[in-house]
């Protein structure tokens, strides 16, 4: 493991993705490798792109990594549950936008499925992103889809979140109704080359707006902490227009994450947002750890008892609840 972890310090490629499998298939390395490595993480920086399926959120990132190439950073890259993923076999149908990335040793793509990550796949996320972070990446991007609580809990784990829409999906209300706004660092307008692209921006500006928000962000998504900056500065959340298919918009964009970077370190936003994701992450662990112990501790016939109890109205679940406890806790000390 150490000699594995060395090379990935060093950021050896197969290294990387040998660790990253090991990471994938059991939780025992994943806490092995995230004990020893996360000394070295928190230094990249972690953009979530996120949107409606489609949209060209793989053809945006495609192209803003060129762009940010030539920067001479060091780009990872994480698409989750893709459906038009960037590796495997689907690289057979996407090998225009990849050709310009796969031999860049500067550039490390994962896809990763929600099937079969054990321990959940925002978990499962989180410890890929601190693998590529240790492993010196300047950037790691994170492709989702859509707005589940997965894709949520994704963003919350990014420093910055891009939302892409397109124009002409008939949608853009709809997503904006399932709550993508309030995860939104930057809105993309994507496919700007097609008709009815200002209409959107006009309404994702309108949207904005009127949204609880104002358009602005005092702080991080999560208001379990203080809901102001020390210094009370508000990011004003910009509507971009793109063309990603012919990289147009890129330098605009690749500078957005710039800003929003710098504003997050100004405002104290950046510490705001590590504490409230590392909050998130001990109490995840710690649910694990508890349910595992519980579990561990208390027969599988007897919960199945209590709990088929409950649906016929014979225990109620508070009751049910005192019992597994009781029953949790004897089987610990004796
Ligand atoms: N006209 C036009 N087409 C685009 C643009 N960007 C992407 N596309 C096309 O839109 C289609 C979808 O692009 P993807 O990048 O796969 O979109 P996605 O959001 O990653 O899709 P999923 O991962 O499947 O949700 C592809 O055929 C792209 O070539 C653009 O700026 N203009
Ligand atoms: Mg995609």
Redesign the pocket.
């Known amino acids: 493991m150490n000699e594995l972890l060395e090379q990935v310090r060093q950021g050896q490629i197969r290294a990387i993705a040998r660790l990253i499998t090991q990471v994938e298939n059991s939780p025992t390395a994943a806490e092995q490798a995230i004990q020893a490595l996360y000394p070295h993480t928190g230094q990249a920086h972690v953009v979530g792109v996120t949107?409606?399926?489609?949209?060209?959120?793989?053809?945006?990132v495609n192209a803003l990594v060129k762009t940010l190439r030539q920067q001479d950073v060091r780009v990872g890259i994480i698409?989750v549950d893709?459906?038009?993923?960037f590796t495997g076999g689907a690289l057979l149908g996407?090998r225009v936008?990849m050709r310009d990335l796969s031999g860049d040793p500067g550039v490390y793509i994962r896809s990763m499925a929600s099937r079969g990550s054990l321990g959940g796949l925002a978990r499962a996320t989180a410890s890929v992103i601190k693998v590529l972070d240790a492993a010196g990446f300047d950037y790691v991007l994170v492709?989702t889809?859509g707005a589940g609580q997965a894709e949520v809990d994704i963003a919350n784990a990014a420093h910055t979140t891009i939302v892409?829409e397109?124009p002409g999906m008939g949608d853009e209300i709809q997503s904006i109704k399932a709550g993508i706004l309030e995860i939104a660092d930057i809105l993309v307008v994507?496919?700007?080359?097609?008709p009815g692209a200002d209409r959107t921006v006009r309404s994702l500006k309108m949207m904005l707006h009127l949204g609880p928000v104002g358009g602005t962000r005092q702080s991080g998504r999560i208001s379990s902490l203080a809901t102001t900056s020390p210094n009370g500065a508000a990011w004003n959340i910009p509507v971009l227009e793109?063309?990603?298919?012919?990289e147009?918009g890129m330098g605009a964009l690749a500078e957005m994450l710039a800003q929003h970077m710098a504003h997050l370190r100004q405002s104290g936003d950046w510490l705001k947002r590590e504490k409230e994701r590392s909050w998130r992450e001990v109490e995840g662990l710690l649910q694990q750890r508890f349910m595992a112990q519980f579990q561990a501790s208390v027969p599988l016939e007897l919960r199945d008892g209590l709990l088929t109890a409950v649906a016929e109205r014979q225990v109620d679940p508070y009751t049910a609840v005192h019992q597994l406890l009781e029953k949790s806790e004897s089987k610990r000390k004796g």
Request: aromatic share 0%; proline share 9%; no cysteine.
């Open positions: 949107g409606s399926p489609g949209a060209g959120k793989s053809t945006v698409a893709p459906t038009s993923p996407d936008r492709e889809v892409i397109a994507n496919k700007a080359d097609r793109t063309v990603a298919t012919e147009k």
